[in-house]
């Protein structure tokens, strides 16, 4: 099964706090577990600038095309 979840609160201003903070609970959580599942995160290539960094900070968990 493809997990597609919506990750774009990791890319605005409130992504240290808040909903920022809960998703990147959520997804370091979901990723630590077993699965056998395609799981990707969507970003908006309007804030392009923080794209790269995510990539870094998530590839022990996914290939950088998820």
């Known amino acids: 099964m493809k ?12 992504k240290d706090r808040g909903i920022g903070r809960y998703a990147f609970s959520f997804i ?3 990723l630590s577990l077993p699965h056998s599942h395609e799981i990707y995160l969507i970003l908006s290539h309007l804030q392009s600038e923080t794209i790269e960094s995510l990539r870094r900070q ?5 290939p950088s095309s998820h």
């Open 28 to 30: 370091e959580a979901l």
């Open 58 to 62: 998530f590839e022990h968990f996914l």
């Open 3 to 14: 997990i597609c979840i919506d990750f774009q609160a990791a890319q605005t201003a409130s």
